[in-house]
């Protein structure tokens, strides 16, 4: 017995110390005073379902003065219930006694101090505390206990619920944490507007089905947001992040688009668009006429009426109708048809602001072409104090500059201007205003007083092509630049 013993001890440091665990964390102690606790083993396990495990076992004995009979694994699943699953005994050998276990339960060494085993193919069933217990002589019992824990991954998903706007607050996203173990925890970001609310089952394994509902009164404009559904579990590294766009259903809502008030007696291809916001998209879309079946002047395409040529079959009032699936909605415009062009006092707000946008075109031209006519200026300028502050411009002749050289450079620009006829009409005078601000900034460079004569210049120079090289004063700073785009070398190095 003793030279067993002693055997056994020998062979104590060459067994491994420690086998790789398949679990995240293993918290090891020693689980109480060394003096005191004589079976060491591992204080917490954890393990996942398939996997497997090694429970630690060794006999410390410092003096080497007890003796040791037998050893056993006990597995307490719950409280009070003790199964038996290994045995070693030095002369009688290895015994598994629990069927639950056998053909998964190995010693991994021979030996009555390290009866450390493994246990394969593991269950969620196998979770519990394991006790590894040495009979003794002459202290009696000793043990040590591992508490194993199982885990499991949850199967995570998220979904959207499609869902028809209106009043009541519905469910529109679900997500799901199914058999974790721990249980899983959900959020919902970002929480506009909504609740939710939280379910959890357990499964026979010990695992948990955790749920949630996203709600809230769906409206047209919740249709394709974005809640996020986020799960937190234990055996994930990182939180399960998943994106649902709500997908929220309405009956369309229908506007007509197109009318100018200027429907007058011999106009062409004048449109109206009906225009339906709808999900899902619309079925039908379908144009009425007050006054009867549509003439023969007008073609219908889709949500597009065009009347190819006005006349008094249009004086009426047109009905667009759209459907889908959850209703139909119409609108309708009375179009009067004048027996002569509306002047501009009457502009529609869409053509005022097409107005204004010609408007600015032109400003823009303006600016363009009186920067141009400016560093003309400077460029030919004769006297050598570039710097100086430039000479006052006269309001007038400002003007006067202003509307001449507009000619040349603003005619591509102001082309689309010949539907839109009226509206750069007033707008046409503001240049006048900023062009003052914009020339005197401009004129921060010097500019003689002098215009008259440098109008042909102008023109040569914007027919050169040479726009806008010289719109802002900071190009003084880079008189490189301008001398690589073929400019006078000799008007950027004054400025130096
Ligand atoms: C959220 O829940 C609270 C209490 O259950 C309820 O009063 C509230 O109306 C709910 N809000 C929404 C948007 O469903
Ligand atoms: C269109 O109808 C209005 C009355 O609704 C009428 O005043 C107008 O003269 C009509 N226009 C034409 C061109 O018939």
């Known amino acids: 017995m003793f030279r067993m013993a002693r055997d056994y001890a020998a062979r104590w440091p060459l067994s491994p110390m420690r086998n790789t665990w398949l ?47 037998q050893v056993s694994w006990i597995w307490e699943p719950v409280d009070g219930q003790r199964d038996n699953i290994a045995v070693y005994h030095p002369i009688y050998g290895q015994s598994f006694p629990n069927l639950a276990f056998k053909d998964r339960v190995v010693f991994l060494h021979n030996s009555l101090e390290n009866p450390s085993i493994k246990i394969s193919n593991l269950r969620m069933s196998d979770a519990g ?21 199982m885990l499991a991954k949850p199967k995570n998903s998220a979904t959207v619920v499609t869902v028809q706007a209106g009043t009541k607050s519905v469910v529109v996203a679900q997500c799901e944490a ?46 394709g947001r974005e809640v996020t559904c986020m799960i937190d579990q234990r055996t994930q590294d990182r939180p399960w992040v998943y994106p649902v766009k709500l997908s929220v259903e309405y009956p369309p809502s229908v506007s007509i688009e197109g009318y100018d008030n200027n429907w007058y007696v011999g106009r062409s291809d004048v449109v109206l668009l009906c225009l339906a916001n709808a999900n899902p998209a619309p079925t039908t879309i379908t144009w009425t006429m007050a006054s ?31 459907k889908n699936k959850h ?37 823009i031209g303006i600016i363009v072409a009186a920067v141009f006519f400016i560093h003309k200026y400077h460029e ?33 620009e102001t082309a689309p201007l010949s539907p839109g006829e009226v509206y750069y009409e007033p707008t046409g005078a503001e240049p006048v205003t900023n062009l003052d601000d ?40 880079a008189p490189a630049a301008n001398i690589a785009r073929g400019e006078s070398f000799v008007s950027p190095a004054m400025y130096v």
């Not at 918290?27 to 090694?54: C, F, H, M, N, W």
């Not at 909605?329 to 946008?357: D, L, M, N």
């Not at 002098?450 to 027919?463: P, Q, R, S, T």
């Open 23 to 69: 679990v995240a964390v293993a918290i090891i102690l020693i689980t109480q005073d060394i003096g005191a606790q004589k079976v060491r083993v591992d204080d917490k396990l954890e393990a996942y379902p398939t996997e497997s495990v090694d429970l630690h076992c060794e006999f410390i004995d410092g003096g080497g003065k007890t003796k040791l009979t």
């Open 129 to 149: 505390r394991y006790t590894c217990e040495y009979a003794t002589y002459p202290s009696g019992n000793e043990q040590g206990t591992t508490t194993l824990t």
């Open 178 to 223: 199914v058999e974790g173990k721990p249980a899983a925890t959900i959020k919902w970001l970002p929480p506009f507007g909504g609740n939710h609310s939280m379910s959890t089952t357990n499964g026979p394994d010990g695992t948990v089905t955790v749920r949630s509902e996203y709600r809230l009164v769906p409206t047209p404009a919740d249709n």
């Open 292 to 322: 009867g079946p549509l003439p023969d002047t007008v073609e219908v395409d889709g949500n597009k009426l065009t009347v190819r040529k006005v006349d008094d079959t249009v004086n009426t009032t047109f009905t667009c109708e759209v």
């Open 327 to 363: 209703g139909a909605s119409s609108h309708q415009i009375t179009t009067v048809v004048i027996e002569k062009k509306r002047v501009i006092t009457s502009a529609p707000p869409t053509g005022a602001v097409i107005g204004g946008i010609l408007g600015a075109l032109v400003i």
């Open 380 to 412: 030919d300028g004769e006297g050598p104090p570039k710097h100086k502050p430039p000479p006052p411009m006269k309001a007038g002749s400002s003007t006067e500059m202003l509307n001449k050289p507009s000619g040349p450079p603003t005619t591509a």
């Open 438 to 477: 914009e020339a005197t900034g401009a004129l921060n460079g010097g500019a003689p007083p002098v215009f008259d004569d440098n109008i042909n210049e102008l023109k040569d120079h914007a027919a050169d092509g040479h726009h806008g090289n010289d719109l802002d004063s900071s190009n003084q700073e």
